[in-house]
């Protein structure tokens, strides 16, 4: 098993040299740990707020006095998914603020137990207002957390670190952290997923922001997102072609939401048998669960899927039985930008991804990305990527040159 900082940077670093992208995954439970690694996980970390999700709570009752969140870790972490995980580092989620435990032996006991590295969870980062205020004023600061991995760095552990503004990303890189994680908020999408989350295009001014100030500080961490508007494929692309992230970290994403779905569906299927007057009254109820966030994320992978295509908002809203003009603002506000805008941009990453991998005429690129009218994907392109496709292609080639 992987376990020295050395062995784990050495493995990432690798990977990221050949354009994989890290994969950490928040789990609560051993078989989420033990099937995540077996899809491709690079990271598991063990959070107490993952312990909640499997007892049916949302992430946040890790933030509140329900247990102490550090044995809690420490018992279902060395129990359960230490048992079972042998192919990825397993980082524990250390609340670095807990007055009850001798940080420099606390940080030896999990290293001990065979833990790779810890994360600072829970996290301040998380509260904010009068209780935030509140908390600073009894010496409970996010400074503790900062403090955490300034320790563990000395003590040799690996260390990754939850940060909210490019502030909290300076401090962490000086204490030195080996991943910064752009921490977006607590997680939507789902049954209990947060309904008030920063849009896409905002989510991804908050990581660019972070990760400026990681490159100018000259210490080359690995950048990694988590939570917030982001808890899909197509929602993680979305962040890989507007900020420079090298990875996702999910919780929810890997085993709240797909969980939910399963039981939902499964359920569903066995109680059909033999009762279809009584399926359909069940699909009616389901069907009125449905979140406004369910329409905009068929709308992304219809995108993602089709994007090739001539693509009218009008008629996606017809196939999911909405208004067009609802359907559009809910896009507007869960993505910060409009249909046309966000397709526009969808269609140029995927140029560009076509250019770096292929010798093709620019007029056939266009048409592989939707835009059978050169010109108007040459202005299009220019618009987004700053720059002509003849002058993006040609750094592209002295990039490699």
């Known amino acids: 098993m992987i376990t020295t900082r050395e062995q784990i940077l050495d493995t990432l670093h690798k990977g990221i040299q050949t354009q994989e992208r890290i994969i950490g995954v928040a789990v609560g439970a051993g078989i989420s740990a033990?099937?995540?690694?077996?899809?491709?996980?690079?990271?598991?970390?063990?959070?107490?707020?993952?312990?909640?999700?499997?007892?049916?709570?949302?992430?946040?009752?890790?933030?509140?006095?329900?247990?102490?969140?550090?044995?809690?870790?420490?018992?279902?972490?060395?129990?359960?998914?230490?048992?079972?995980?042998?192919?990825?580092p397993v980082i524990f989620g250390l609340c670095g603020t807990d007055p009850t435990i001798h940080l420099p032996g606390y940080l030896d006991l999990i290293r001990s137990s065979g833990f790779s590295g810890?994360?600072?969870?829970?996290?301040?980062?998380?509260?904010?207002?009068?209780?935030?205020?509140?908390?600073?004023?009894?010496?409970?600061?996010?400074?503790?957390?900062?403090?955490?991995?300034?320790?563990?760095?000395?003590?040799?552990?690996?260390?990754?670190?939850?940060?909210f503004n490019p502030e909290h990303a300076l401090w962490m890189l000086d204490a030195g952290a080996d991943i910064i994680c752009a921490h977006l908020g607590v997680t939507a999408g789902g049954l209990m997923g947060t309904k008030k989350a920063w849009s896409l295009e905002k989510g991804a001014e908050i990581a660019r922001e972070i990760f400026d100030v990681c490159d100018a500080s000259g210490k080359k961490p690995i950048k990694l997102l988590y939570g917030g508007p982001v808890h899909t494929p197509v929602d993680v692309q979305y962040m890989y072609d507007n900020t420079s992230a090298m990875g996702?970290?999910?919780?929810?994403?890997?085993?709240?939401?797909?969980?939910?779905?399963?039981?939902?569906?499964?359920?569903?299927?066995?109680?059909?048998?033999?009762?279809?007057?009584?399926?359909?009254?069940?699909?009616?109820?389901?069907?009125?669960?449905?979140?406004?966030?369910?329409?905009?994320?068929?709308?992304?992978?219809?995108?993602?899927?089709?994007?090739?295509?001539?693509?009218?908002?009008?008629?996606?809203?017809?196939?999911?039985?909405?208004?067009?003009?609802?359907?559009?603002?809910?896009?507007?506000?869960e993505v910060g930008c409009s249909f046309p805008e966000y397709i526009a941009k969808y269609r140029i990453h995927k140029a560009q991804e076509i250019m770096k991998q292929s010798k093709l005429a620019l007029a056939r690129i266009a048409?592989?990305?939707?835009?059978?009218?050169?010109?108007?994907?040459?202005?299009?392109?220019?618009?987004?990527?700053?720059?002509?496709?003849?002058?993006?292609?040609?750094?592209?080639e002295d990039k490699y040159t």
Do not use: W
């Not at 049916?56 to 006095?65: T, Y």
């Not at 090739?308 to 896009?331: C, G, K, M, P, W």
């Open 367 to 396: 048409e592989l990305v939707g835009y059978p009218d050169y010109v108007h994907f040459s202005k299009t392109f220019k618009k987004y990527a700053g720059t002509s496709p003849q002058t993006y292609r040609q750094h592209i």
């Open 34 to 88: 033990k099937y995540a690694v077996k899809g491709g996980a690079d990271l598991i970390l063990a959070l107490n707020s993952g312990r909640f999700r499997q007892m049916g709570l949302g992430s946040l009752a890790g933030l509140m006095p329900y247990a102490n969140c550090n044995d809690m870790v420490m018992e279902f972490g060395s129990r359960e998914i230490l048992s079972v995980v042998r192919d990825a």
């Open 118 to 163: 810890i994360i600072n969870y829970p996290t301040l980062g998380l509260i904010d207002g009068q209780f935030r205020e509140a908390l600073e004023e009894e010496g409970i600061t996010y400074r503790q957390e900062v403090e955490a991995i300034r320790l563990a760095h000395e003590h040799g552990m690996f260390t990754m670190a939850f940060v």
């Open 248 to 333: 996702y970290v999910g919780g929810s994403s890997f085993e709240r939401t797909p969980t939910e779905e399963a039981i939902v569906d499964a359920t569903h299927r066995f109680k059909a048998t033999g009762h279809l007057e009584q399926d359909q009254q069940l699909m009616d109820k389901l069907a009125h669960l449905a979140e406004p966030m369910d329409y905009v994320t068929y709308v992304k992978e219809y995108i993602a899927d089709h994007y090739a295509d001539n693509i009218s908002l009008t008629e996606l809203a017809e196939q999911i039985h909405v208004s067009r003009t609802h359907l559009s603002a809910l896009f507007n506000r």
